[in-house]
């Protein structure tokens, strides 16, 4: 039990272009989802945490407009790089907690986004 | 805010144990997870312990927890090549419900 996917693994785009990264808890119902951003041998940072039908909570310095988090059901929650620049390739890695009798956090596979 | 220190590599010989250490600074910490990291691959949950807890033992892995000193170890019995990864610590002050704080994460290099 407690599997995260993610969809796509690996993404490459144009300057400019806009880029959807999905998020499912495949056996459990997420009531919170965490969008993590990670640089090469460097730890994780948290983005932004959200709850099934409410808007994220953004970290601060994370800019909101730029990095558009949906989570509309309870499996399901996306993360979209707008207008993506090179300065934005980077790991993101998303999270899933709300597993019944555990409150931890099990994380997705990451997708590695290349921005030209 | 909270801080949360690793050593930054460790390497062992295969069949040795393997000791990562992490220390935090958050006195409001609930819970203490240490998660494994291949290249290229996300997170996974190896194990955690609650606050009130000294120690707990896995098959292979143990966790000592010295909440005095704000100090988490991870000890690897008979260390395996497939376990070189880069591990992290983390910390949550409300369970894993609410916001990590993540180690810099520790380099396992295992040597045949």
């Known amino acids: 039990g407690a599997v995260v996917s993610q969809h796509p693994s690996r993404v490459i785009c144009k300057s400019g272009t806009s880029v959807k990264i999905e998020c499912r808890s495949l056996d459990f119902q997420a009531t919170t989802m965490f969008w993590y951003r990670q640089f090469p041998k460097q730890s994780l940072m948290l983005m932004a945490t959200?709850?099934?039908?409410?808007?994220?909570?953004?970290e601060q310095g994370v800019e909101k407009d730029k990095f558009l988090i949906n989570h509309a059901s309870l499996t399901l929650s996306t993360l979209t790089v707008t207008s993506a620049h090179p300065e934005d390739s980077s790991f993101y890695i998303c999270s899933a907690s709300g597993l019944a009798g555990a409150d931890t956090q099990y994380f997705g596979p990451g997708t590695r986004l290349t921005v030209l | 805010g909270e801080d949360v220190e690793q050593s930054l590599f460790l390497s062992v010989r295969e069949g040795d144990s393997s000791v990562i250490n992490c220390t935090y600074t958050d006195s409001s910490s609930t819970y203490l997870y240490w998660y494994k990291q291949e290249p290229g691959a996300g997170l996974q949950l190896l194990t955690y312990i609650f606050s009130n807890m000294d120690m707990k033992q896995d098959q292979r892995l143990t966790v000592l927890l010295n909440k005095k000193d704000k100090h988490l170890s991870l000890r690897i019995a008979d260390t395996q090549t497939g376990d070189s990864a880069i591990y992290f610590c983390?910390?949550?002050?409300?369970?894993?419900?609410?916001?990590?704080?993540f180690g810099t994460g520790t380099q396992l290099k295992v040597e045949l």
């Open positions: 959200s709850n099934e039908g409410s808007k994220a909570t953004y």
């Open positions: 983390a910390e949550s002050s409300r369970g894993g419900g609410n916001k990590l704080t």
